[in-house]
């Protein structure tokens, strides 16, 4: 008798471990590790699909106690040994069950039929069949002829086009089949969400595009595979120096990952790698239907494609030579995932770097923190291209301060200057892209006046406006009450800060009544292909403005985009969040950068509450040493990450006292342990949205430099959850990280 360790498909801490059942001789042949089975579990032995994960010749379960695998399951997709392991990693990473993690390295998780392609072709000889094409055109066999005539040209046809396009019946084709003149070949095709484009020759590269290069071939072909930030002021040419990295990759036989932070990028990005890399390209993402997601996971897993293009999920793409993973402009938070496991894409994508001895390359604008501290330090290799391609300036930057704007009677979001600059590309027929940054906002209250945020005492972030005017810190829990008046200057214009972008288009129409305006955003972009539908639009001139959230900033080349407005760039500035600076300069340079990328020079205009704050006058300048000097400092004051280490603890129940008591409980217990070992506890207090579907949410952080420290505090939370099953019960518990986001 034969045993397996089998991981239940159930994504809940209760059954986080594996179980033992028998393998029945029929399937002992069958079942290996990877395999997905399906098996009897719980008391009324339910039929759930659990993964095996360990074979065993014996155990030490009592016999009659043991279930027996019921039979393998159809439609599961096999989990490859090196998904089981980076599985693993992420477990004791991140802090999540076995089960979930499982699912997160499987990008598909079901097999789905493919697509059966029917093709038409002649079985006589040519003669033969030309002395048939005779005989019907005597007999005035319309159908047949155009069929003959067709077939004698082009030697085999679509099904769908016979039928369709030729108009001709699956009754004439019949009869053609059975006189043994056609046949109908039927043969299973992968569906592909690209098509087949002329391929490009690689672009001369720029001096620093080439000495980039040319430490990383250096570097691979001596074996060495390590991890480098490819940082370049945006225009520089970043993506042309990672198609030359993985051209040399693929001539060694290897496989590469490219991972984009947003499926908007998709379209541009997947255009320029598929005309240098043709048929070896595909890509993976969410807008995908489920049979074309199926058939990109297979084609991979088969070989037949070298580079898979996508969101974080083509992370887990099951290549058997993988040999780089590109990360483009690897700051952005979608990166981080914010379901459970609550995974790093550059994190994980390390790890599989070591355990598939494969390099990662990261590229930024303006680099995480993280990165940009790990390059410095030297653990990263620091590539770097302070210029931009073909000769091509860095905008002209105008910081337009709003409150000057009030004090002049204007309520618009756009400034005069702005305006101003708007009418005159109209006239001369350029176009204009205006960025609404609602990045990180969350409801923080500033002064209109003075430019003053109201600030947490203890933490360094802004307060939130909840419901009845209090203001409220996300870290610590510190409240007050509403502020009538400015603590700074004394001015009655406190208010909260609001954005939305269907009334900001409305108001951009009554103020520029004969410009063609592209709104791009959450709403507008709902459907499968809108994305590139909307910026193919503006790519080939239909539209004079492009007006959006942070996706129409990131990545894209527009040459003939020469203005470039950036509103509220408060909202992410001021967010009660530590990472709220760090959000701005990146947004507001990545806004900047899309301005003057062609022939003509381009101009920004940074409208703000707050002209003066560091991270506004650095993305102004493109000055990212200067930004990272100061963002650094404060960061080191405060512990706060890179300079340390922060988790998340969020205790969810049906009842906000059971939240709150098991919330409290650990906290106390990890404070009392962590007394002397230099791990502070901030909390536990009412999440920022407290109730969701009715379960409500507590949380506390824990901060320490020593980020194994903090793994072990997560290891004696999930004990204790265990131990004390019936105190804690109906109360759920997640880990997150380094969060990018307050809760």
Same mark, same amino acid.
């Given at each position: 008798m034969k045993y397996a360790g089998i991981c239940v498909d159930i994504s809940h801490e209760k059954v986080d471990k594996l179980f033992t059942y028998r393998i029945p001789e029929q399937l002992e042949a069958a079942v290996e590790v990877g395999t997905v089975v399906v098996i009897p579990f719980g008391r009324g032995s339910h039929?759930?699909?659990?993964?095996?994960?360990?074979?065993?010749?014996?155990?030490?379960?009592?016999?009659?106690?043991?279930?027996?695998?019921?039979?393998?399951?159809?439609?599961?997709?096999?989990?490859?040994?090196?998904?089981?392991?980076?599985?693993?990693?992420?477990?004791?990473?991140?802090?999540?069950?076995?089960?979930?993690?499982?699912k997160t390295a499987l990008p598909v998780k079901r097999k789905v039929e493919g697509v059966t392609v029917r093709e038409i072709s002649l079985l006589a000889?040519?003669?033969?069949?030309?002395?048939?094409?005779?005989?019907?055109?005597?007999?005035?066999?319309?159908?047949?002829?155009?069929?003959?005539?067709?077939?004698?040209?082009?030697?085999?046809?679509?099904?769908?086009?016979?039928?369709?396009?030729?108009? +001709?019946?699956?009754?004439?084709?019949? !009869? @053609? %089949?059975? *006189?043994?003149?056609? &046949?109908?070949?039927?043969?299973?095709t992968y569906r592909t969400p690209?098509?087949?484009?002329?391929?490009?020759?690689?672009?001369?590269?720029?001096?620093?595009?080439?000495?980039?290069?040319?430490?990383?071939?250096?570097?691979?072909?001596?074996?060495?595979?390590?991890?480098?930030?490819?940082?370049?002021?945006?225009?520089?040419?970043?993506?042309?120096?990672y198609m030359r990295m993985i051209a040399?990759?693929?001539?060694?036989?290897?496989?590469? +990952?490219?991972?984009?932070?947003?499926? !908007? @990028? %998709?379209? *541009?990005?997947?255009? &320029?790698?598929?005309?240098?890399?043709?048929?070896?390209?595909?890509?993976?993402?969410?807008?995908?239907?489920?049979?074309?997601?199926?058939?990109?996971?297979?084609?991979?897993?088969?070989?037949?494609?070298?580079?898979?293009?996508?969101?974080?999920?083509?992370?887990?793409?099951?290549?058997?030579?993988l040999g780089l993973i590109v990360i483009d402009?690897?700051?952005?938070?979608?990166?981080?995932?914010?379901?459970?496991?609550?995974?790093?894409?550059?994190?994980?994508?390390?790890?599989?770097?070591?355990?598939?001895?494969?390099?990662?390359v990261l590229g930024s604008a303006t680099p995480s923190l993280e990165a940009y501290k790990e390059a410095l330090e030297g653990r990263y290799t620091l590539l770097t291209l302070s210029r931009r391609v073909m000769r091509a300036r860095l905008p002209e930057t105008h910081i337009v301060d709003m409150r000057d704007e009030m004090k002049n009677g204007n309520r618009l979001p756009f400034s005069e200057a702005l305006l101003s600059a708007m009418r005159g590309r109209l006239q001369k027929g350029e176009q204009t892209m205006l960025f609404v940054n609602r990045r990180g906002y969350e409801g923080f209250v500033s002064c209109r006046s003075c430019g003053t945020v109201v600030k947490c005492p203890h933490c360094d972030v802004a307060l939130t406006e909840h419901q009845g005017g209090r203001l409220v810190c996300h870290y610590?829990?510190?409240?007050?009450?509403?502020?009538?008046?400015?603590?700074v200057c004394g001015s009655g214009q406190v208010r909260g800060m609001r954005a939305g972008t269907q009334k900001i288009e409305q108001e951009l129409s009554?103020?520029?009544?004969?410009?063609?305006?592209?709104?791009?955003?959450?709403?507008?972009?709902?459907?499968?292909?809108?994305?590139?539908?909307i910026l193919q639009s503006f790519a080939n001139g239909e539209a004079d403005i492009l007006l959006g959230t942070q996706m129409i900033v990131k990545g894209h080349d527009f040459p003939s985009v020469t203005l470039v407005g950036v509103l509220m760039a408060d909202l992410s500035l001021a967010g009660s969040d530590f990472r709220g600076p760090e959000r701005t300069f990146q947004i507001v340079t990545q806004a900047a950068g899309r301005a003057g990328r062609g022939e003509k020079p381009g101009d920004v205009y940074i409208q703000t509450y707050q002209p003066e704050h560091y991270a506004i006058v650095a993305a102004a300048s493109q000055d990212y040493e200067a930004f990272y000097a100061e963002e650094i400092e404060m960061r080191a004051v405060v512990g706060y990450p890179?300079?340390?280490?922060?988790?998340?603890?969020?205790?969810?129940?049906?009842?906000?006292?059971?939240?709150?008591?098991?919330?409290?409980?650990?906290?106390?217990?990890?404070?009392?342990?962590?007394?002397?070992?230099?791990?502070?506890?901030?909390?536990?207090?009412?999440?920022?949205?407290?109730?969701?579907?009715?379960?409500?949410?507590?949380?506390?952080?824990?901060?320490?430099?020593?980020?194994?420290?903090?793994?072990?505090?997560?290891?004696?939370?999930?004990?204790?959850?265990?131990?004390?099953?019936?105190?804690?019960?109906?109360?759920?518990?997640?880990?997150?990280?380094?969060?990018?986001?307050?809760y």
């Open positions: 039929e759930r699909e659990g993964y095996v994960l360990e074979l065993m010749d014996e155990t030490d379960c009592p016999d009659d106690k043991l279930k027996t695998i019921l039979r393998l399951s159809e439609k599961a997709v096999f989990v490859e040994q090196r998904q089981i392991k980076l599985a693993a990693w992420m477990k004791q990473h991140y802090g999540c069950s076995m089960a979930a993690c499982l000889e040519k003669e033969e069949a030309m002395d048939y094409l005779a005989l019907c055109q005597k007999k005035h066999h319309v159908a047949k002829v155009r069929l003959l005539e067709q077939l004698l040209d082009k030697e085999s046809l679509e099904y769908s086009i016979v039928t369709k396009s030729l108009g +001709i019946s699956a009754q004439t084709i019949r !009869a @053609l %089949t059975e *006189q043994g003149i056609i &046949r109908v070949n039927a043969f299973e690209i098509r087949v484009r002329h391929l490009q020759e690689p672009k001369e590269l720029t001096q620093e595009q080439a000495k980039a290069f040319d430490t990383f071939q250096a570097d691979y072909n001596a074996g060495k595979r390590g991890t480098y930030l490819l940082y370049g002021v945006t225009g520089s040419g970043k993506t042309e120096v040399h990759v693929l001539s060694q036989g290897k496989q590469v +990952i490219v991972l984009i932070p947003e499926i !908007a @990028l %998709t379209y *541009q990005t997947m255009t &320029r790698f598929y005309d240098r890399f043709g048929d070896q390209v595909s890509l993976i993402h969410s807008k995908l239907s489920e049979g074309e997601r199926y058939d990109q996971f297979e084609r991979a897993r088969k070989g037949l494609v070298n580079v898979m293009i996508g969101p974080r999920s083509a992370l887990f793409t099951p290549f058997e030579q402009e690897e700051h952005e938070g979608t990166y981080k995932s914010d379901t459970n496991p609550k995974f790093h894409a550059r994190e994980t994508a390390i790890a599989l770097s070591e355990q598939t001895n494969a390099s990662v610590c829990g510190f409240e007050r009450p509403k502020l009538t008046s400015c603590p009554a103020c520029l009544p004969d410009a063609r305006i592209l709104r791009m955003d959450a709403d507008t972009t709902k459907k499968k292909g809108e994305h590139e539908k890179p300079c340390g280490h922060m988790l998340a603890v969020l205790l969810t129940s049906k009842t906000a006292e059971q939240a709150s008591k098991v919330a409290t409980a650990l906290a106390t217990r990890i404070r009392t342990w962590g007394e002397g070992k230099k791990l502070i506890v901030l909390g536990p207090a009412q999440a920022g949205i407290s109730k969701i579907n009715d379960v409500y949410r507590f949380v506390f952080y824990i901060k320490s430099k020593d980020r194994q420290l903090l793994e072990i505090a997560k290891d004696r939370m999930e004990l204790f959850m265990k131990i004390n099953e019936i105190k804690v019960r109906g109360t759920s518990i997640a880990f997150d990280f380094d969060p990018m986001n307050t």
